[in-house]
């Protein structure tokens, strides 16, 4: 009687297999992009966003793990930009300059991570603040800028 042998994967492989699938998901929908296929490119930053979300926090390379998020959800709002729809792109930058300033005060999370986070959040602070400058009605992009005010004047860890 033959028995089949399994190895899991280390975390190490499965992370770096992500990040691959990650690339290929953010090359695809650069394409699109470039072809301005919009709602395609949509299609491919999404699957490279949910990609990044599952390795946030749980990748060897920090900065490449937070830097997936920040691409992906700019890369979204972009898109959404290209098409009109304002509401969805706010809701991309301000749902990662969230992560990163909540990620900055996570005493749970590395003292590694959460540093990255602090410098990744000044790039979706920037991309935030071009954006509620166009659109100063949006409520939780102003809301998140404020957040981003916040880690800016406290930069300490407990």
């Not at 926090?57 to 098409?83: K, P, S």
Request: hydrophobic share 40%; net charge positive.
């Amino acid at each position: 009687m033959q028995t089949a042998t399994h190895r899991k994967a280390s975390p190490f492989r499965r992370s770096a297999a992500s990040l691959e699938q990650w690339r290929t998901a953010i090359a695809r929908g650069n394409s699109a992009f470039g072809a301005a296929d919009y709602s395609g490119s949509i299609r491919h930053y999404r699957l490279a966003r949910t990609i990044a979300e599952r390795l946030f926090a749980r990748v060897d390379d920090i900065d490449a793990g937070i830097a997936a998020l920040v691409v992906a959800c700019h890369n979204l709002a972009d898109a959404y930009e290209h098409l009109g729809r304002v509401s969805e792109q706010g809701s991309q930058l301000c749902a990662v300059h969230e992560k990163l300033c909540h990620a900055i005060d996570d005493a749970g999370l590395d003292e590694p991570w959460r540093s990255a986070a602090l410098r990744h959040s000044q790039r979706s602070y920037a991309e935030l603040l071009r954006f509620v400058g166009s659109h100063p009605e949006h409520a939780r992009a102003q809301a998140a800028l404020a957040l981003g005010a916040k880690q800016a004047a406290y930069r300490h860890f407990s």
